[in-house]
């Protein structure tokens, strides 16, 4: 897995070895980051899927540092639909797990 971003969402990315079955989009919850997704990452790069764990504002590799007690659930969502939105031209399925 390596940094990247998308939709201007900081992210850790994975790309599988064999065919690419579909993207998915892994969000944490609150307290985490894209570190939570660590070990199931690499079983789903194993079965083909290539995806993206998001770091939500205010998660620690996240590029906003805003505190988090001033963060709502639409400030989240913006984001999640913000990397949904960069994936969106994609011709195969995006799935989203959080």
């Not at 980051?33 to 998001?54: C, E, K, N, Q, T």
Request: charged share 25%; net charge negative; aromatic share 8%.
């Amino acid at each position: 897995m390596e940094r990247d971003s998308v939709g201007g969402v900081a992210c850790l990315r994975f790309e599988p070895a064999v065919e690419i079955t579909a993207d998915v989009l892994l969000v944490h919850g609150l307290w985490g980051g894209s570190w939570v997704w660590d070990r199931f990452a690499p079983r789903l790069a194993r079965r083909g899927y290539r995806g993206w764990a998001i770091d939500l504002a205010g998660s620690a590799e996240s590029h906003r540092q805003d505190d988090v007690g001033t963060l709502s659930l639409n400030d989240h969502l913006a984001e999640v639909y913000a990397a949904v939105d960069a994936l969106d031209h994609v011709d195969r399925p995006t799935i989203v797990i959080g």
